[in-house]
């Protein structure tokens, strides 16, 4: 059984990257992209409308399952730096309607710009 605060799901940032260009054919009219960070496998699109996560799966990585997180389900969220002494890693929790996501940023992502990305695409949507 799982806890209610147990995330649904977690995906792990590795570091900024540019945009892929064929995630053009992902976006609906009026949606831009804005910032891309490279995961385990693929890579995650921030754009004016939501987070797209796109993970290569299987040993080709040819099988893609995209997710897809509109930021007006984004109910609650949250980020811890990493510490000091072994820590290399800061976190980010969001709280959404399909449930509670927990996201890893590995030392090179800049946790604040993070932040402010979210926070830029939650709040200032009308």
């Given amino acids: 059984m799982q806890n ?4 649904i799901i977690i995906w ?9 260009d064929d995630v053009k054919d992902l976006l609906v009219e009026g949606e831009e992209a804005i910032a891309a960070y490279k995961t385990l496998r693929d890579s995650a699109i921030f754009t004016n409308k939501r ?4 993970d290569a799966q299987g040993l080709t990585g040819k099988k893609v399952e995209i997710y897809s997180l509109p930021y007006s389900s984004i109910n609650m969220w949250s980020t811890e ?4 002494f072994l820590d290399f890693s800061a976190e980010v929790e969001l709280w959404t309607r399909a449930g509670h996501i927990k996201i890893n940023l590995n030392k090179g992502v800049d946790i604040r710009k993070f932040d402010k990305l979210i926070a830029n695409a939650v709040l200032t949507k009308k």
């Fill in 12 to 20: 792990t940032f590795i570091s900024e990257c540019p945009i892929p």
């Fill in 81 to 84: 730096n990493a510490g000091r």
């Fill in 4 to 7: 209610e605060t147990s995330p």
């Fill in 51 to 54: 987070l797209i996560v796109r």
